[in-house]
């Protein structure tokens, strides 16, 4: 019984003497008061609503990059370009730009193996792409 009680007596001590030290450690720091830190100035950051890619093909070699551009029948031409917007970073539209416009790049509809690509814009013009 003697023995018993003295485990306890001396685990109580040993945590005890912990718990003091812990305060001790926890107590004594010179942290300088919440109201004398500074807070650090943020620079604001511009947002961008889109960012443009230019889109290119390689050539059958490998050895050379090609604009793609989109002409319609007269020859008119128009800048073909990846869109990203300024919250996504991992999927990105490829449109069409005429005159700020952004016109949608669509794959035609064909039985053949390489289908066509070509831009149509609101008035029904269609455009081809070409590199």
Do not use: H
Request: with cysteine; aromatic share 10%; hydrophobic share 40%.
């Amino acid at each position: 019984m003697k023995n018993s009680n003295q485990s306890i007596i001396g685990a109580f001590g040993y945590y005890l003497f912990i718990l003091g030290f812990i305060f001790v450690l926890t107590g004594c720091k010179d942290e300088p008061k919440k109201e004398e830190t500074s807070k650090t100035e943020t620079e604001e950051v511009v947002v961008v609503n889109y960012v443009y890619w230019n889109v290119k093909a390689i050539s059958t070699d490998g050895k050379r990059s090609l604009d793609v551009k989109a002409f319609n029948s007269e020859g008119k031409s128009l800048d073909i370009m990846a869109v990203q917007d300024s919250d996504q970073d991992m999927f990105l539209d490829v449109k069409a730009i005429l005159d700020g416009e952004k016109l949608p790049v669509k794959i035609l509809v064909n039985d053949e193996q390489f289908a066509p690509v070509s831009v149509i814009s609101d008035n029904g013009n269609v455009y081809s792409l070409n590199a």
